[in-house]
């Protein structure tokens, strides 16, 4: 195998990857979260939290969403830290803090919502492919197109994380540029109306922070595994910390507040509480309307790529010792079985984030305290591959274990505010926990 395949097999393994090999630079990596982040999934949180589809007004909205991405770029610079001085993946990471098998049990939860979340942005991809053809041709079926995507956005998967890398920076400038011009339409024909929600008195309380975490947790799963994109990452010698900081923070706080705020656009203009209708609604004409589905399409597939794919195809490899093909085939046929066509409704939706949150947050909390507090940053990457220096207990760390339980389950009794109050709890007792003396 000549050094470029060897290079490809790394990246796409679980082994480290060397800075060498690493395909992005700092502003690629941000690019690929513009193309990862303009999706219709961010649009809906816009969409659902304003009044009178939800309870708070325009300024709280944004507010929340300031405040959601604020703190999802933070702790993704935090998590993916290993990933970018290691070259390390998530799963790999994680058997410091769990153990050789609970960061499998982990990695499982992870991939859940991942699987779910890349049926649902086929399934969206799918919607916007029908209103293409029935606008042209008068005829379409959404199964049809649903599983079309499923099997092309696996294709291109299934060559590469080089090839994600290339085809997400190509797309996220053409798919910005688009949705920006249509805004501007948008606001030039005056067809929103801002007095409404803007007059509507809202909360600053708990419905305001039970709004601003269901933001927050849309992407929990992004910052639990940042280490599998950040190890693609070359730092050319700088300060880890920066890099990153200014990778995830360009990368995903603009089109996270651009997203939220086309969902608010959309619904203030329309009244409508399905984005892509309102979309269609407000195109000027339907040349235009059409070329705006399109770009839906392609930010449904780049998102799924980097963020619903990448994950569960690495830790598959590990879980069931299969390749990344293989592993690509795996995710493609589960997401099929969670149903997507039911999680996107609004009765759903929320709640669904909220749940697999009640775990994500307390499994990020106990790796943070793991690699910043107890081994401040230092990692013998040996170490981590032999298969017996955290073997713990049958290959489980009953501190990183027992606190992922007990923060689940403090999450789950006030689930709206599922990661403000598993987050802190779990980090406060996984630290408690290790002080006692155990050695797992």
């Given at each position: 195998?000549?050094?470029?395949?060897?290079a490809s097999a790394?990246?796409?393994s679980?082994?480290?990857?060397a800075?060498?090999?690493?395909?992005?630079?700092?502003?690629s990596?941000a690019?690929?979260?513009?193309?990862s982040?303009i999706i219709?999934?961010?649009?809906v949180?816009?969409?659902?939290?304003l009044?009178?589809?939800g309870a708070l007004?325009?300024?709280?909205?944004i507010?929340?969403?300031?405040?959601?991405s604020?703190?999802v770029?933070?702790l993704?610079t935090l998590?993916?830290?290993?990933?970018?001085?290691y070259?390390i993946p998530?799963i790999?990471?994680g058997?410091?803090a769990?153990g050789t098998?609970?960061t499998?049990v982990v990695?499982?939860?992870?991939c859940?919502?991942?699987?779910?979340?890349n049926?649902?942005?086929?399934?969206i991809g799918a919607?916007?492919?029908?209103q293409?053809?029935t606008s042209?041709?008068e005829?379409g079926?959404?199964?049809?197109?649903?599983?079309?995507l499923?099997?092309?956005?696996s294709?291109?998967?299934?060559?590469?994380v080089?090839?994600?890398?290339?085809?997400?920076?190509a797309?996220?400038?053409i798919?910005?540029?688009?949705l920006l011009?249509?805004?501007y339409?948008?606001?030039a024909?005056?067809?929103i109306?801002?007095?409404?929600a803007?007059e509507?008195?809202?909360?600053w309380g708990?419905?305001?922070?039970a709004g601003?975490?269901a933001a927050f947790?849309?992407w929990?799963?992004?910052?639990?595994?940042?280490?599998?994109?950040?190890?693609?990452?070359?730092?050319?010698?700088r300060?880890?910390l920066?890099?990153?900081?200014?990778?995830?923070?360009?990368?995903?706080?603009?089109?996270?507040l651009f997203?939220?705020?086309s969902?608010?656009?959309?619904g203030?203009a329309t009244?409508?509480t399905?984005p892509?209708a309102?979309?269609?609604?407000l195109a000027p004409n339907?040349?235009f309307?059409?070329?705006l589905l399109?770009?839906?399409?392609l930010a449904?597939?780049?998102s799924n790529?980097?963020?619903?794919i990448?994950?569960p195809?690495?830790?598959?490899q590990d879980i069931f010792?299969?390749s990344?093909?293989a592993?690509?085939i795996?995710v493609?046929?589960?997401s099929?079985?969670t149903a997507?066509w039911y999680?996107?409704s609004s009765d759903y939706f929320?709640k669904?984030?909220?749940f697999y949150a009640?775990?994500?947050g307390?499994?990020?909390a106990?790796?943070?305290?793991d690699?910043?507090i107890i081994r401040?940053?230092?990692?013998?990457?040996?170490k981590?591959?032999?298969?017996?220096t955290y073997?713990?207990?049958r290959?489980f760390?009953l501190?990183g274990?027992?606190?992922?339980v007990?923060?689940a389950v403090?999450?789950?009794?006030?689930?709206?505010?599922?990661?403000?109050?598993?987050?802190p709890?779990?980090?406060?007792?996984f630290?408690?926990?290790?002080k006692i003396?155990?050695?797992?």
């Amino acid at each position: 195998m000549d050094n470029t395949n060897n290079a490809s097999a790394s990246r796409d393994s679980l082994q480290p990857v060397a800075e060498a090999q690493r395909p992005m630079t700092q502003g690629s990596y941000a690019l690929v979260f513009w193309s990862s982040g303009i999706i219709v999934q961010i649009m809906v949180i816009g969409l659902y939290l304003l009044h009178p589809v939800g309870a708070l007004n325009f300024v709280q909205v944004i507010v929340a969403g300031v405040v959601a991405s604020i703190l999802v770029a933070l702790l993704m610079t935090l998590q993916g830290h290993a990933g970018m001085r290691y070259g390390i993946p998530f799963i790999v990471q994680g058997r410091t803090a769990f153990g050789t098998q609970g960061t499998k049990v982990v990695a499982i939860l992870r991939c859940i919502p991942a699987i779910a979340w890349n049926g649902i942005g086929t399934w969206i991809g799918a919607l916007a492919l029908q209103q293409v053809t029935t606008s042209l041709f008068e005829l379409g079926n959404v199964w049809v197109y649903f599983f079309f995507l499923l099997i092309l956005q696996s294709l291109l998967a299934y060559r590469g994380v080089g090839t994600i890398t290339r085809f997400n920076g190509a797309m996220s400038l053409i798919i910005f540029a688009m949705l920006l011009y249509f805004f501007y339409i948008v606001f030039a024909e005056g067809n929103i109306d801002f007095s409404t929600a803007s007059e509507v008195p809202g909360s600053w309380g708990l419905l305001w922070i039970a709004g601003m975490m269901a933001a927050f947790a849309n992407w929990t799963t992004v910052i639990l595994n940042s280490s599998d994109l950040t190890r693609q990452v070359n730092p050319r010698g700088r300060s880890i910390l920066r890099v990153s900081a200014i990778a995830n923070f360009f990368g995903v706080i603009p089109p996270w507040l651009f997203m939220i705020l086309s969902g608010m656009l959309i619904g203030l203009a329309t009244g409508s509480t399905d984005p892509i209708a309102g979309l269609v609604e407000l195109a000027p004409n339907p040349v235009f309307g059409i070329v705006l589905l399109v770009f839906i399409i392609l930010a449904q597939i780049t998102s799924n790529l980097t963020l619903n794919i990448l994950p569960p195809a690495l830790a598959f490899q590990d879980i069931f010792k299969i390749s990344w093909k293989a592993g690509i085939i795996l995710v493609a046929a589960l997401s099929v079985v969670t149903a997507p066509w039911y999680l996107l409704s609004s009765d759903y939706f929320f709640k669904f984030q909220n749940f697999y949150a009640s775990f994500l947050g307390p499994a990020t909390a106990i790796m943070l305290a793991d690699y910043f507090i107890i081994r401040r940053t230092q990692l013998d990457v040996e170490k981590l591959y032999d298969n017996k220096t955290y073997r713990y207990s049958r290959g489980f760390s009953l501190p990183g274990m027992l606190s992922l339980v007990a923060g689940a389950v403090a999450s789950f009794v006030f689930l709206d505010y599922s990661w403000l109050v598993g987050f802190p709890f779990t980090l406060v007792l996984f630290l408690v926990v290790k002080k006692i003396g155990s050695n797992g």
